[in-house]
């Protein structure tokens, strides 16, 4: 979010879009179900050997030599829903193996890496979340080069108790960390003061998205404020996403700078920046702890990020392509179990045209991330059908990162409202606010939507917590009619967030 900031009107019209957070998630009681890739029902194309240890089971596959050569399992889970798909692997020869990955004869990744491991003997698993059926659902590992592909061990398919997905019910409390500092005061519904994780807690939030740029003036947002704010957000209970701006400052569609200290540098040395900092920080955040369970790749990358070099121009995905690929490759480096989200808020115009972009470079990622707000993002309806699509074109799930709805069109500070005329059907009212947000939440949810986060419910107008980051104590609050708290840090009383 917060393209607006600085867009006139007729930008703001022009660009198509907004911003803010999303999630996903493997559940809290995670259920775990192995298929060894050398017996039954599992097939596969080449040989059963053992002649490479510290396999599971009895062996593992080695596949033919070929193009095509495969190994499908055949995985049984109770409830449709998403599921990690763990696949252990070793690929000691000395080029990469990549897969096409089907699910139930669709591909849904192509170019999956059995990267080299090193050894016949070095394991490594590679993971991927795909949304299964209840019942039978086969997996098939298909090479794409002529080595086949790697030594293939197992399949671990992950799930909740239930077989399904738990949904990310979430929320990016981005400045609440300087909220915090500030001594701002948060109360329930009732006006009992509270600690505002617990507040959003007990109104059904179970994720936390925070945005991180690199070298802000404000010294919020940043590496160091993100690792402190991670271990409140972990401590409450909360499952955290860690969403990549790569800028200084705000990124959205109608923008993308570059952080300052990567000014001067062309599209590979920016594959490279973007590596090594994505892997800091969600290591750094690995090694206190808490680790990241979901980050993204990009604020509302609608063209693309980094701009120029990682700008989107005449359809050209290439260089996008890679620096994705490079944030991809850091997280799973990172944490194979880390979600990998690409966001756009493309969901009145061009979502096919920008996935299929980088689908087409071999871009790999976990879930797809949209942007909806009805004053800008057109009908409901509309977005439930782009959430279906995106869902079953690219097998992947699929969230609203960012949403939020006026409650008033009274402004709290001296900085105009960004948002002041609301959508038909829904009164500007905490009712209306209510009213809009639950039908967000079922709409996409019964389009087949994973998670919702709720953009900065939290930021109502506190002198000092300002929305521009090269000036926070002086810069208002455009936000603040969009909060879920009212001027005086109450909680709307009709506000959830729907299991
Ligand atoms: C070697 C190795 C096999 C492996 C094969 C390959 O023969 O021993 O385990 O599958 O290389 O290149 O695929």
């Known amino acids: 979010m917060k393209w607006y900031s600085k867009a006139s009107a007729a930008m703001v019209a022009a660009t198509t879009l907004s911003g803010i957070a999303a999630i996903v998630a493997i559940p809290a009681h995670a259920a775990t179900t192995r298929y060894e890739a050398e017996s039954a029902p599992a097939t596969c194309g080449g040989s059963v050997a053992s002649n490479h240890s510290g396999f599971s ?13 495969a190994v ?3 995985a049984n889970v109770p409830a449709a829903g998403t ?5 252990r692997y070793a690929n000691g020869s000395t080029a990469n193996r990549p897969a096409d990955v089907s699910v139930n004869g669709t591909v849904v990744q192509s170019g999956f890496g059995f990267d080299v491991t090193g050894a016949w003997t070095s394991w490594a698993t ?3 979340t795909v949304q299964l059926n209840a ?4 997996v098939r590992l298909a090479a794409t080069t002529a080595g086949g592909l790697g030594n293939i061990d197992y399949l671990d398919v992950v799930t909740d108790d239930t077989g399904g997905s738990s949904i990310m019910q979430g929320a990016d409390v981005s400045t609440l960390q300087r909220a915090a500092d500030l001594g701002t005061r948060f109360s329930y519904a009732d006006g009992t003061q509270g600690d505002p994780l617990d507040i959003l807690k007990s109104v059904g939030v179970n994720y936390a998205r925070l945005r991180i740029w690199n070298n802000p003036r404000s010294g919020y947002n940043n590496k160091d404020k993100v690792l402190q704010y991670a271990r409140t957000v972990k401590a409450k209970g909360l499952k955290l996403m860690v969403d990549f701006h790569y800028s200084d400052t705000w990124a959205d569609p109608g923008k993308q700078f570059k952080p300052a200290a990567w000014a001067s540098h ?9 590596y090594n900092y994505t892997y800091d920080v969600c290591n750094s955040l690995k090694a206190q702890g808490t680790t990241p369970d979901s980050v993204q790749i990009g604020n509302e990358i609608n063209t693309g990020m980094l701009w120029e070099d990682g700008r989107v121009v005449n359809n050209n995905f290439t260089n996008l392509g890679l620096l994705l690929k490079a944030g991809y490759n850091a997280t799973k480096a990172c944490d194979s179990g880390t979600q990998v989200i690409i966001h756009t808020a493309r969901v009145e115009s061009g979502a096919r045209w920008f996935y299929d ?5 071999g871009v790999q990622w976990d879930i797809t991330a949209l942007s909806y707000y009805c004053m800008w993002h057109g009908s409901m309806s509309n977005m439930a059908s782009v959430v279906s699509d995106m869902r079953s074109r690219y097998g992947k799930p699929v969230i609203i990162a960012e949403t939020a709805y006026p409650y008033t069109t009274t402004n709290a500070d001296s900085t105009a409202n960004v948002v002041t005329s609301g959508c038909s059907g829904y009164p500007i009212s905490p009712a209306g606010q209510q009213a809009n947000f639950a039908a967000v939440q079922n709409t996409a949810r019964n389009a087949g939507a994973i998670g919702i986060f709720y953009w900065e419910p939290t930021w109502y107008a506190v002198p000092g917590n300002g929305w521009n980051p090269a000036d926070i104590n002086n810069s208002g609050n455009e936000w603040d009619n969009m909060a879920i708290f009212d001027r005086t840090g109450r909680l709307n009383p009709n506000i959830r967030w729907l299991p």
Not at 57 to 69: E, I, L, Q, R, Y
Not at 266 to 274: A, M, N, P, R, Y
């Open 135 to 138: 019942g039978s659902n086969t």
């Open 83 to 87: 599921a990690r798909l763990d696949i």
């Open 266 to 274: 062309g599209i590979s040395q920016l594959q490279t920046d973007v």
């Open 126 to 128: 590679r993971s991927i």
């Open 57 to 69: 089971g009895s062996g593992f596959c080695d596949t033919t030599n070929a193009v095509g050569a």
């Open 72 to 74: 499908q399992f055949t």
């Open 357 to 361: 972009g980088i689908r087409a470079q």
